[in-house]
């Protein structure tokens, strides 16, 4: 299960943050928001490469957040794209060729651990492609563009998805190809393989994990943060 690569989208604006600068920079327990992310695939030993992957004007902070936390694994830091999916594709070409098995995991996730990183690839290294995931905690409704309620979606059948995403090279590869040669565009990776007819396995994610979106979310990682090293 080793020489696992790992590709960090961190390119987004973070529009919802309204911070002014990107969300990833956003300093949480005395740390930026990426070095945390970072960290737990640093430290795990079934990691060989990490490649980050910043908006252009970002690409300097993140090599100096690189060289300051010391982080040896960071193999490149490369330009992302306007979309999400064009980021990781730029990520997972940077990514040395004898890497053959890759996680995604968005740059604004810093809340996994590395107990339960190392447990995801455990659980998971059967499957070509495999996700995080978790049940939905409120009664979930379709709605239409004039808030009409359309349906009631039964809960039992939802997952609320997060990264780590793991897939094997080639079929992500491929999947990366495909939808953009197609223009179809899905807001995580699994999702491209989904719209190909290919089987992707979902796996118990943790609660804790949130995407850091907006300002809530900042307040609500300084506690969990907070209450770890209590
Ligand atoms: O936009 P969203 O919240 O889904 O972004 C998830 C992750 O993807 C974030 O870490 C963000 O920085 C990254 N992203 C990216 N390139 C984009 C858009 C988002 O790397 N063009």
């Known amino acids: 299960m080793a020489n696992i690569g790992i590709v960090i989208p961190a390119a987004g604006q973070g529009k919802r943050m309204r911070a002014g600068c990107n969300k990833q920079f956003l300093v949480l327990m005395g740390q930026p928001i990426l070095a945390h992310t970072i960290r737990v695939f640093e430290e795990s030993n079934f990691v060989s490469e990490i490649v980050i992957v910043g908006a252009e004007g970002d690409i300097s902070v993140i090599k100096e957040l690189v060289y300051h936390q010391g982080f040896q694994k960071v193999a490149a830091v490369c330009k992302g794209g306007v979309l999400r999916q064009d980021s990781v594709r730029a990520g997972v070409r940077a990514l040395s060729p004898a890497i053959q098995r890759i996680v995604v995991h968005d740059g604004a996730r810093p809340l996994l651990t590395l107990q339960a990183f190392n447990q995801f690839l455990e659980e998971t290294q059967e499957y070509p492609a495999a996700i995080m995931g978790v049940s939905i905690k409120d009664t ?91």
């Not at 979902?202 to 209590?230: C, F, H, Y």
């Open 140 to 230: 979930v409704k379709r709605v239409n563009l004039a808030g009409n309620v359309l349906e009631t979606l039964p809960r039992e059948d939802l997952r609320s998805v997060q990264t780590p995403q793991v897939f094997d090279r080639g079929i992500l590869e491929v999947a990366h190809y495909q939808a953009v040669s197609a223009g179809y565009y899905g807001t995580d990776d699994a999702s491209l393989l989904e719209w190909m007819g290919y089987p992707v396995q979902m796996v118990e994610g943790m609660q804790e994990n949130i995407k850091v979106t907006t300002p809530e979310d900042l307040w609500l990682a300084e506690r969990i943060l907070a209450m770890r090293e209590s």
